[in-house]
T-cell receptor, first 116, second 112 residues
Framework: ETGVTQTPRHLVMGMTNKKSLKCEQHLGHNAMYWYKQSAKKPLELMFV???????ENNSVPSRFSPECPNSSHLFLHLHTLQPEDSALYLC???????????????FGQGTRLTVV | DQQVKQNSPSLSVQEGRISILNCDYT??????FLWYKKYPAEGPTFLIS?????DKNEDGRFTVFLNKSAKHLSLHIVPSQPGDSAVYFC???????????FGQGTRLTINP
């Protein structure tokens, strides 16, 4: 496996379900991200993890709960979602250099989530 | 506050001609700029980047131009091919930042 891998690719869940999205990166990066892309909207940054520490949470509702056990794995735990949460959820990884900042980000294929 | 703006939601170009995608930014601290290409239901893929110390970077059919005084960058694709039809995002970051800031995207359609 190379690059950034997301599972599952498609997910349909009811509003009372609990599910998790998984992301794994094989690039040796130290930062991982969750993005949301809704129809006809720009990419929305949800969470940033740097060396498995959460460094940014862009006012994301608590029904989305991220987990980063190590620099290679990132999860997004979902519970009691709403239909308007239906979107493409993208994971990305990059390298953050101490002084220079962030390198180019590499994205996974995304999980197409439908909440019914 | 949209720091990176792509004011054209869509662009249609004839196959073989030049495609020019534009991006403006407001944050003068941005020093690294990138272009991504995205097909439907897939993640964006990195295309090309440019540092603020340069004004041009070329990679095959893709060239990115940076005009720092105008806070403007553009992506030129020549010649355009049908497989270039996709949504293109520009992104930027500043020194020491932990994230990229993305524009809204421009949908490019290459017509045969």
């Amino acid at each position: 496996e190379t690059g950034v891998t997301q599972t599952p690719r498609h997910l349909v869940m009811g509003m009372t379900n609990k599910k998790s999205l998984k992301c794994e990166q094989h690039l040796g990066h130290n930062a991982m991200y969750w993005y949301k892309q809704s129809a006809k909207k720009p990419l929305e940054l949800m969470f940033v993890y740097n060396f498995k520490e959460q460094t940014e949470n862009n006012s994301v509702p608590s029904r989305f709960s991220p987990e980063c056990p190590n620099s290679s794995h990132l999860f997004l735990h979902l519970h009691t979602l709403q239909p308007e949460d239906s979107a493409l959820y993208l994971c990305a990884s990059s390298h953050i250099f101490a002084h220079y900042g962030v390198s180019e980000a590499f994205f996974g294929q995304g999980t197409r989530l439908t909440v019914v | 506050d949209q720091q990176v703006k792509q004011n054209s939601p869509s662009l249609s170009v004839q196959e073989g001609r030049i495609s020019i995608l534009n991006c403006d930014y407001t944050n003068s601290m941005f020093d690294y700029f990138l272009w991504y290409k995205k097909y439907p239901a897939e993640g964006p893929t990195f295309l090309i980047s440019i540092s603020s110390i340069k004004d041009k970077n070329e990679d095959g059919r893709f060239t990115v131009f940076l005009n720092k005084s105008a806070k403007h960058l553009s992506l030129h694709i020549v010649p355009s091919q049908p497989g270039d039809s996709a949504v293109y995002f520009c992104a930027a970051s500043e020194e020491g930042a932990q994230k990229l800031v993305f524009g809204q995207g421009t949908r490019l359609t290459i017509n045969p």
